[in-house]
Nanobody, 114 residues
Framework: QVQLVESGGGLVQPGGSLRLSCAASGSGFRANVMGWYRQAPGDQRELVAT???????NYAASVKGRFTISRDNTKNTVYLQMNSLKPDDTAVYYCNARAFSTYWGQGTQVTVSS
């Protein structure tokens, strides 16, 4: 049974920073690609960033230059450093991990507001 547990969401002012973490657990689980998606109220879930096991990254145009994704393969953990946050970044952020199947975390709320 694979579980993804996210942490690090919260309320931050515009221009502030947050760091999300997602730890994957499960006997022998090794994710090929890990990433973050987000969903704002009334919108579809969208890609934020992904990272392969080898460290190749992909970002949505809206976050490029502000967000940084990284991972620690020894801990099966992926991180999302979010800087220069904007109100438009407000959403529930979901961790995603892909091996033979695709797994999702429960989501963590990020609210950017003054």
């Amino acid at each position: 049974q694979v579980q993804l547990v996210e942490s690090g969401g919260g309320l931050v002012q515009p221009g502030g920073s947050l760091r999300l973490s997602c730890a994957a657990s499960g006997s022998g689980f090794r994710a090929n690609v890990m990433g973050w998606y987000r969903q704002a109220p009334g919108d579809q879930r969208e890609l934020v960033a992904t990272i392969t096991r080898g460290g190749s990254t992909n970002y949505a145009a809206s976050v490029k230059g502000r967000f940084t994704i990284s991972r620690d393969n020894t801990k099966n953990t992926v991180y999302l450093q979010m800087n220069s946050l904007k109100p438009d970044d407000t959403a529930v952020y979901y961790c995603n991990a892909r091996a033979f199947s695709t797994y999702w975390g429960q989501g963590t709320q990020v609210t950017v507001s003054s």
